[in-house]
């Protein structure tokens, strides 16, 4: 049996890869990340909602909104929203609008699209979010995207896996993340080899400082981050200037 690709095969697109890994996740992709964050996940996604500071009536953009976690948070919080989720795994996709039927309390668009070209003029949305999918995507084109269809005084906030500065607890976080997490992965997600490659995609991520200040350098001002589970969740904020 021929091995499945990874990322460091040779002539291995990453944007394909991503897109692959996730479309073969989708159907049970809810169901892993409530079994492996022990249901953490949702309170971390209402911490990050906390920080967007949108106004009530406002419009959202979710960034690699996947099946539309974040998009649906946003609209509990804040039922008069109006918000679009933007992913490129078309199979996440369908599991979002399947669930929008019964889990939407306001105004949801999903659309298929790339986070570093997005389809929107400048100074189109009042706030915009992502969830644990900065570390598969150019973090540098990304930024400037979202900058560039922020309105002025808007925030971007965004939730995603850090590296604990405490070498004791970042330990044993570690033991569970990069051990623990592909064997419950494999049988509750259905792939041992995505949920191998989510942990790893950490490995070369930027520390929760060093993504802070990617944050001011892509213009982004009074940049700062939410550290939660001792430093191992962070999440990320800024401004448009």
Same mark, same amino acid.
Request: hydrophobic residues 40%; aromatic residues 8%.
């Given at each position: 049996?021929? @091995?499945?690709? *990874?990322?460091?095969? @040779?002539? *291995?697109?990453?944007?394909?890869?991503? !897109?692959?890994?996730?479309?073969? $996740?989708?159907p049970r992709y809810d169901?892993?990340? /409530?079994?492996?964050?022990?249901?953490?996940?949702?309170?971390? !996604? /209402? #911490?990050?909602?906390?920080?967007?500071? +949108? @106004?009530p009536d406002g419009r959202v953009i979710d960034l690699c909104c996947g099946t539309g976690d974040v998009s649906f948070h946003l609209l #509990?919080?804040? &039922?008069?929203?109006?918000? %679009?989720? $933007?992913?490129?795994?078309?199979p996440m996709?369908? !599991?979002a609008r399947e669930r929008a039927e019964k889990e939407a309390r306001g105004c949801v668009t999903f659309l298929e699209g790339d986070v570093t070209s997005l389809p929107f003029g400048d100074d189109a949305f009042d706030g915009a979010t992502m969830g644990f999918?900065? /570390?598969?995507?150019?973090?540098?084109?990304?930024? #400037?995207?979202?900058?560039? +269809?922020?309105? &002025?005084?808007?925030?971007?906030v965004n939730l995603d896996m850090s590296k604990a500065p405490n070498k004791v607890w970042k330990g044993f976080f570690?033991?569970?993340?990069? #051990?623990? +997490? &592909?064997?419950?992965?494999?049988?509750?997600?259905?792939? !041992?080899?995505?949920? %191998?490659?989510? &942990?790893?995609?950490? *490995?070369?991520?930027?520390?929760a400082v060093e993504l802070r200040d990617r944050f001011t350098n892509a213009g982004f001002k009074d940049a700062g981050f939410l550290p939660l589970m001792g430093g191992s969740i962070a999440v990320h904020y800024g401004t448009k200037a």
């Open positions: 049996m021929t @091995p499945a690709p *990874t990322l460091d095969s @040779p002539g *291995t697109d990453k944007g394909a890869f991503v !897109r692959e890994m996730f479309a073969s $996740i989708a169901a892993a990340n /409530r079994v492996i964050s022990a249901g953490l996940d949702e309170g971390w !996604r /209402r #911490r990050a909602i906390e920080l967007l500071d +949108v @106004p #509990r919080t804040h &039922p008069a929203l109006s918000v %679009t989720g $933007i992913d490129f795994c078309a996709l369908d !599991r999918s900065m /570390r598969n995507v150019d973090i540098g084109a990304t930024l #400037r995207e979202v900058g560039r +269809v922020l309105k &002025p005084g808007a925030r971007f570690d033991l569970y993340f990069y #051990r623990v +997490v &592909p064997l419950v992965g494999g049988m509750v997600g259905g792939s !041992r080899a995505a949920y %191998t490659y989510l &942990p790893n995609s950490l *490995t070369h991520h930027p520390s």
